[in-house]
Each structure stands twice: as C-alpha cells, then as structure tokens.
C-alpha cells in the first residue's frame, strides 16, 4: 500500500466547476482553483473541517476520519469516495451544503463486487476519472486498475509503471497517494508525499507523459504554503458559498 505522506494530501477528486477541485487532508479539506499549467492557483474555501462543508458526511468515517481515495463522475455533481475498506456515491452540491449521499456507506466489495477478493478491496490509495466514459483509474501500492463504474466491470489490472512506464523511476512508481483529473483533457495531476506530477494519459495505450517532471507542491502552488503540510492547516478557516 502507497504510505500517505503525514501532513500532505491524501484525497482529491474534479469539481464540476472549471478548475476546480477539492483536497483532503485527514478529516480537513480545501476547494481550490488549481488553475492549470499556471501559479494562478487560489483557495476557494477552506480550509475546513468535512463535516462543515459536507454536512451529509457528519458521523461517519468519511467526516470524522478522512477520505483516503475519490474520484468525481464526469457532468455531474456526483463523487466516489473512500475511508479503509468502505465508500459511498455523494452528491456534492458545489456552493451549497446540500450535499447528500446517494449510495452507501458500504464495503468496497459491495460497492464494486469484481474488486472482491483483489488487493483493492481492503482500502484505495488514489484515483482519478477517465476522458472514456464511465470509466476511472484505480490506484492502490504498486498496482492500478482502469474499471467502467457503471457497468461495473475491471478492465484490466497491473503494475502502475506498466501502464504508466513514464512513471518509472520516479516516487509514482511504487504508489500514489492522491489524484484528480484536471479539466484539461487527458491530463490528471498526481500527488505523494510533498511531490506532485502533471500528468498526460492516454486511455487504451501507454503514450503517456509527464508534463515538467515530478516537482515540490508548495514551490507551484503558492496558495497551498501556510496549509500544507497539515500542521499549517490553522493558516485559513473560511466558509464562501
């Protein structure tokens, strides 16, 4: 299983609104404007406690805990998300707290019954939607999956540098430790530790690339110093719906 680097980001997922996505550090999150290919990046909310910004989330683990892996459904306002071995299917409500949830909490295994009895349905390390749809990348230790959720089928699984071989050699290639796909096509952004890499991914091939290499967060992403690592997480408490 990829180690989350303490302090750092361990969940992420796509909003639906343009460039934005939501973090998640433990049982904190912030809604930032990641303003890709730029340092334009900004705080949007946050940071907050889950169970503030999401209110259907109050009580369980996903509130109280943290969110260890998420993935959003392109179109919608809808998110998979992740804690140890159980999910749930959320309706986010952006600019609102009327979120609730759809489906769940339940087992991963019950969630998405052809992950039973595999190395991922005892907890999820990273994910990120596809541009084919219905589809989403899976990330746990050295291993991915690409699945078709709604169909709920497992297309393939294998080694991450497998799929991804422009992740050879870097600290992607033993695991990740969040992800989001940015609203640029084909392109996800891939965090561990206090790195993060600009990824290009080609669905259905391994023509995939890194975009600048593998960098430190808080060297491009200005609005995330005094929040990251978590120990900074007092550096801001604001609610803007």
């Known amino acids: 299983m990829a180690a989350k680097g303490e302090g750092w980001i361990d969940a992420a997922f796509r909003s639906s609104r343009v460039n ?3 973090l998640f ?6 809604q ?22 999401f209110p259907s989330l109050a009580g369980t683990v996903f509130g ?18 992740f804690s140890g071995d159980l ?3 959320i309706e986010y409500a952006p600019g609102t707290t009327n ?4 489906q769940g909490p339940m087992t991963i295994a019950q969630m998405f019954p052809f992950f039973k009895s595999t190395v991922f349905d005892k907890g999820l390390d990273a994910a990120f939607e596809s541009t084919r749809e219905n589809e989403a990348y899976i990330f746990r230790g050295k291993y991915y999956s690409r699945i078709n959720y709604d169909e709920g089928r497992l297309i393939t ?30 392109e996800a ?10 990824l290009y991914f080609t669905p259905g091939a391994t023509n995939d690339k890194l975009m600048g290499g593998v960098r430190e967060i808080l060297d491009y992403w200005p609005s995330l110093r005094g929040i990251l690592p978590q120990g900074n997480l007092c550096g801001l408490n604001k609610l803007v719906r």
């Open 20 to 22: 934005e996505a939501y």
């Open 25 to 30: 550090m433990k049982n904190k999150y912030i």
């Open 32 to 53: 930032e404007n990641y303003a890709p290919g730029t340092t334009n990046d900004h705080v949007v909310n946050g940071p907050l406690p889950i169970s503030t910004g």
């Open 64 to 81: 109280d805990v943290g969110i260890d892996c998420a993935f959003g459904v392109p179109g919608t306002n809808y998110a998979f998300i």
């Open 87 to 89: 999910c749930a299917k």
């Open 99 to 102: 979120d609730h949830i759809v």
């Open 157 to 186: 699984t294998r080694p991450i540098t497998d799929g991804f071989p422009c992740l050879e050699n870097t600290i992607f290639e033993s695991g990740i430790g969040a992800a989001f796909a940015s609203h640029l096509n084909n």
């Open 189 to 198: 952004y891939l965090f561990k530790e206090q790195y993060y890499a600009r």
